[in-house]
């Protein structure tokens, strides 16, 4: 059944549906008697059919190359049963449509558009509404998915679809989406993808590659996930000028990295996470160095949280701004087998209390992370629940008095930066509430605490009356 | 209203309108007070200064940032909000004992359950001034500054300031319901201010390395302190949750997941109140005037 | 008005009031007399209900130890050291005072005139001179128009102007409806005062008897001073000790103890013995 619309309105609507069954050319659709599903059977490869404004009953099938373009953002309806479109055709082009409400089932993999076997799919500036899973796509190479905005369906985190996952697809292109309240968007055997300048917020994972080689992912804001992206098992991935905010789940990190070999990250800001950047055994190859260059970690509760055993991680030029812990290991021992300085070039540390006094930028002595209380997080990881207290600070403050309460550094770097090196501009996507908002909201504070203290003032003043002088 | 009119006009046992006019008169000698407005402009100073100073370059970091100034702003909270309403509770009775304030009090027909309950409504509504004058300034400055600001978390880490404010007022008037004299009274107010910030939180760490505590008990421990409960009611409000914590914030989540945030307006609450209540009841006994 | 029986009151076993028994009645003074520490002001505590006591205290009908917020309703009080707030004016503390008993600000005038502190009304406590905050002390008791009031040494800081101010004052209180207790360890203005003397030392009552007996009953001995040419003070000496009054030679004169009935006969026995009395006066 289509959507809410009346019938007698669509009635009123309609135009006549011009079926021209010759060659591949323009098909007008509108919503009425004739359905979507057979406009599509009526048209030929390579057509191109245009949707106008109103509602249209999904769970259609598109077999055979295609372009759907909508016009006035006509709505195709799942009506809440199954996947809203499916196309199991190579060639096919979905744009400017809303997608809306596919079952729910996620043993089924309820979708807005699934697809197999449908190279060179281009799903481009679509919405996509009450759908469990945004897209699903399946040995679709090539495919470009652009400019959609994707919105999931209101359930617990674990009850809900994927905003986006790719199946058995190289050489994809993900790019300007913005994906909002999914659970994961989960690339599988996605070898070549390009993720850029993509907005995924309020799900699980904002981005999860599983066996994934070659990616390009850059200019992403993954904000408000529980993981901001987490990598798995995958090779040669370059992440440039992502931002990590805010991923705070119960084992949250803005980027997770387990057994990936041949990262290359510059120039991510890994803001307010629980923790920044975590790695687990990557690189897993003995003769790789991952090198992580120019990244800004700043305000999270652990900048950097590295797995007892990995090692060969060079950081260089990074900066390190008020994590409350700036660098951790998940256990205790050190990280002495990364490199904190390169060449020369060590990181940033906002707590690096040493000198310059020959002024080239390099601190004259090395910085090295030694605090006491770190330390007995690693040793007893229930003390993290002190972290930022003000005695857990004293305990710090104890160890720096008293050198003999110093525990082993965990790490040294040789050639700190005094100054933060300088950053390209990050992707901003959070829209800073109105100053105006905030201005009225601190008064309204400022006012309350004058009406309080004007409430004692006034009262003995007024309603004296002295009589009887003169 | 059917009042009999021209019924003997004995006073009733409890009258809240001697609470307020004894309130009012409070908050009247807090705003004449010198040391009030310096704990006022100090703690605005103060927050005003993490506004001005945790916020960084935005094209540094891109949009965001106001979660820091908010764990630095609850940080402050955590140390001069418990010293400002310990000592402004402690001192308060004790001064008017010594400036024989009390008895002026005391020679009306109020009784001293009201004389208490007016000043504790009084110092806490000059606690109200004083946490919303260091917000607001907080606030104020950030606007200035274009910083991002949240002015939901803004109002809401205020409100919890004050909660804390009111556990913190109620033990402070119960020491000086109990000690007679004003610096006995700053000193055992100066000692709780210790132990709640520091010690207990020093000893509970002191318990975990020797003796391995369970997370349960870490948790209950730690949440029977007013501070500390201010202080996760604050961590929730800031994440949503405590999963930053270590295990034992995981515990508490998995254990108590949305309710922490009530547990700890509990905690508060209940310390408030049951402060409260002796202070009244050691007021109500003492031969002090 | 006032019941009081067996009134006990101790701090920390120290026994201040012990068994203390009186009763004053409608239109009637009665002063509490007696040296520093005799329990004047602890009994005045336990009148007001201000602290715990043994025995029974009833204020116009009322037990004060259940009902003391009742019974201070009836009672001005001024204690012997004023706690004013310091920055509040004249007025205000007397509005707040007004606010604490429930009553209408409108009589904020009339005491103010009966105080004579007109001109001061707008003025703040803390810049008020000690004979000032007494009246105000005064006024703030005077509000309710209380049929009881409680006087704790109220002329102790005044001086004699002002003592003598306070005095008329307080005889103009007095009246058929209105007690009023108050308490001195000066004989000669309690005198003036009141109609009855309950003497206290330490905490249990010795007399009651009206001012003019009280003297007498505590056997008090005064002494009067005689200023006489310097060549007259042996031979005036030696006339006084023939005569068997207790003399001492002192400074000008001669220190000659009386007894309070009778300080005349001793002049009159000096001027038997055509002594020059240049002048004289009376020490306690």
Same mark, same amino acid.
């Given at each position: 059944m289509g959507g809410g619309a009346p019938r007698s309105l669509l009635y009123a609507a309609v135009? %006549?549906? /011009?079926?021209?069954?010759?060659?591949a050319g323009p098909v007008v659709a509108a919503p009425g008697e004739v359905s979507l599903q057979d406009v599509i059977d009526a048209a030929d490869p390579g057509d191109i059919v245009t949707l106008t404004a109103g509602t249209y009953d999904g769970g259609i099938t598109i077999d055979k190359p295609l372009t759907l373009v909508g016009e006035g953002w006509p709505v195709i309806d799942g009506?809440?049963?199954?996947?809203v479109v499916t196309v199991v055709a190579p060639d096919v082009t979905i744009r400017g449509v809303v997608i809306a409400n596919s079952g729910n089932r996620l043993d089924r993999e309820n979708s807005g558009i699934t697809s197999d076997?449908?190279?060179?799919?281009r799903i481009i500036d679509n919405r996509f509404q009450n @759908?469990? #899973?945004?897209m699903f796509l399946r040995h679709a190479h090539g495919a470009e998915i652009r400019d959609n905005e994707i919105g999931g369906m209101d359930l617990f985190i674990a009850r809900r679809g994927d905003g986006i996952r790719i199946w058995q697809t190289t050489d994809a292109v993900v790019e300007g989406n913005h994906v909002a309240n999914g659970r994961d968007s989960v690339f599988w055997f996605a070898d070549r993808v390009t993720v850029r300048n993509n907005h995924v917020e309020?799900? +699980?994972?904002?981005l999860h590659f599983m066996y994934s080689d070659d990616a390009f992912v850059e200019g992403n804001v993954l904000e408000?996930?529980?993981?901001g992206a987490f990598l798995m098992y995958s090779t040669d991935l370059t992440m440039t000028g992502n931002v990590f905010r805010?991923?705070?789940?119960?084992?949250?990190?803005g980027l997770g990295l387990k057994d990936v070999d041949g990262l290359t990250a510059s120039g991510n800001r890994f803001v307010e996470? +629980? @923790?920044?950047l975590y790695a687990d055994?990557?690189?897993?190859?003995?003769d790789l160095y991952h090198h992580l260059e120019s990244n800004v970690f700043a305000f999270?509760?652990?900048g950097v949280l590295l797995g007892?055993? =990995?090692?060969r991680n060079v950081f260089t030029g990074n900066a390190f701004i008020?994590?409350?812990?700036q660098v951790a290991s998940d256990? !205790?021992?050190?990280?002495?087998?990364? *490199?904190?300085?390169?060449e020369g070039v060590g990181n940033h540390w906002s707590d690096f209390a040493g000198f310059d006094a020959?002024?080239?930028?390099?601190?004259d002595i090395a910085y090295q992370i030694d605090n006491l209380f770190t330390d007995l997080i690693e040793r007893?990881?229930?003390? %993290? #629940? #002190?972290?930022?207290t003000p005695a857990a600070q004293a305990v710090d403050m104890a160890s720096k008095t008293f050198p003999s309460l110093r525990p082993e550094p965990?790490?040294?770097?040789d050639s700190p930066l005094i100054r933060i090196p300088a950053f390209p501009p990050a992707p901003m996507t959070? *829209?800073? !509430?109105?100053g105006l908002v905030v201005l009225v909201a601190s008064l309204g504070l400022l006012l309350a605490a004058l009406v309080v203290m004007a409430g004692g003032r006034f009262r003995f003043s007024d309603r004296i009356v002295l009589g009887g002088t003169t | 209203m059917t009042a009999a009119v021209g019924?003997? !006009? =004995?006073? +009733?046992? #409890?009258e809240l309108r001697l609470v307020s006019v004894i309130a009012r008169k409070v908050i009247r000698e807090a705003s004449r007070d010198r040391w009030f407005w310096l704990y006022c402009a100090g703690f605005a100073a103060l927050a005003g200064a993490i506004t001005v100073t945790a916020v960084p370059d935005q094209n540094l970091?891109?949009? /965001?940032?106001f979660g820091r100034t908010a764990a630095s702003l609850v940080a402050l909270v955590q140390l001069v909000v418990p010293l400002m309403a310990l000592t402004l509770g402690a001192r308060y009775l004790a001064g008017e004992r010594d400036s024989g304030t009390l008895v002026f009090l005391l020679c009306?027909? @109020?009784s001293r359950t009201e004389v208490l309950l007016g000043t504790y409504v009084g110092l806490a509504g000059s606690m109200f001034a004083a946490v919303t004058t260091g917000f607001g300034a907080a606030g104020l400055f950030s606007a200035l500054r274009s910083a991002p600001t949240d002015p939901v978390l803004l109002v809401s880490l205020a409100a919890l300031s004050w909660l804390l404010s009111l556990a913190m007022l109620g033990i402070g008037l119960l020491i000086s319901s109990t000690v007679r004299s004003a610096s006995t009274a700053l000193g055992m107010a100066l000692f709780v201010w210790l132990s709640v910030v520091f010690l207990g939180d020093l000893g509970v760490m002191g318990t975990v390395v020797a003796t391995r505590l369970p997370v349960s008990a870490l948790f209950a421990t730690v949440m029977v302190n007013p501070v500390e409960a201010f202080r996760l009611a604050s961590v929730v409000a800031l994440d949503?949750?405590?999963?930053?914590?270590g295990p034992a914030g995981t515990y508490a989540v998995d254990r108590f997941g949305d309710g922490i945030a009530n547990i700890a307006l509990g905690v508060m609450a209940a310390w408030t109140v049951s402060a409260v209540g002796a202070a009244v009841l050691a007021f109500r006994r003492g031969d002090q005037t | 008005m006032i019941r009081v029986e067996h009134l006990t009151k101790a701090y920390r076993r120290k026994v201040? =009031?012990?068994?203390l028994s009186f009763s004053v009645g409608g239109g009637e003074a009665v002063a509490l007399w007696g040296?520093?520490?005799?329990?004047k002001t602890t009994v005045i505590r336990c009148l007001l209900g201000l602290v715990g006591y043994e025995g029974l205290i009833e204020v116009g009908g009322l037990d004060v130890s259940t009902h003391s917020k009742s019974t201070r309703g009836l009672i001005g009080y001024v204690p012997q050291e004023l706690g004013f707030?310091?920055?509040?004016t004249v007025a205000e503390t007397l509005a707040l005072s007004c606010d604490l008993r429930g009553?209408? +600000?409108?009589?904020i005038g009339e005491v103010i005139e009966a105080v004579s502190l007109e001109a001061e009304?707008?003025?703040? =406590? %803390?810049?008020?001179s000690g004979g000032m905050r007494q009246r105000l002390g005064m006024a703030v008791a005077l509000l309710p128009d209380p049929p009881v009031l409680l006087l704790d040494e109220? !002329?102790?800081?005044?001086d004699v102007t002002a003592r003598r101010r306070m005095v008329s004052l307080l005889d103009s209180l007095r009246g058929p409806e209105r007690v009023l207790v108050i308490t001195s360890h000066r004989v000669e203005e309690v005198g003036m005062l009141v109609d009855r003397v309950l003497a206290l030392d330490a905490g249990r009552l010795v007399h009651e008897c009206p001012p003019g007996e009280l003297t007498g009953r505590l056997n008090l001995e005064s002494w009067l001073h005689v200023v006489l040419p310097s060549s007259q003070t042996a031979g005036a000496l030696a006339h006084l000790t023939a005569a068997g009054y207790d003399a001492h030679e002192n400074g000008h004169g001669v220190l000659v103890g009386v007894s309070p009935e009778d300080k005349v006969s001793a002049l009159g026995c000096l001027r038997e013995g055509d002594f020059e009395i240049m002048d004289f006066e009376v020490w306690r």
């Open positions: 135009v %006549a549906v /011009g079926l021209i069954a010759t060659m009506g809440g049963e199954g996947s076997l449908s190279p060179r799919l @759908v469990l #899973f945004g309020d799900g +699980r994972y904002g408000n996930n529980s993981v805010s991923n705070r789940g119960p084992s949250g990190y996470n +629980r @923790v920044g055994n990557s690189p897993s190859k003995v999270n509760n652990i007892s055993t =990995v090692a008020d994590n409350s812990v256990s !205790t021992g050190g990280l002495l087998d990364n *490199e904190w300085s390169y020959d002024s080239d930028g390099i601190g007893y990881p229930e003390m %993290a #629940f #002190f972290s930022g965990i790490l040294t770097d959070t *829209e800073a !509430t109105s | 019924a003997p !006009t =004995v006073p +009733r046992t #409890f970091i891109g949009s /965001g940032g009306h027909p @109020v949503g949750s405590l999963d930053a914590l | 201040v =009031v012990d068994d040296p520093n520490g005799a329990g707030y310091g920055d509040l009553l209408a +600000r409108s009589r009304s707008g003025k703040r =406590v %803390a810049e008020l109220p !002329t102790s800081s005044l």
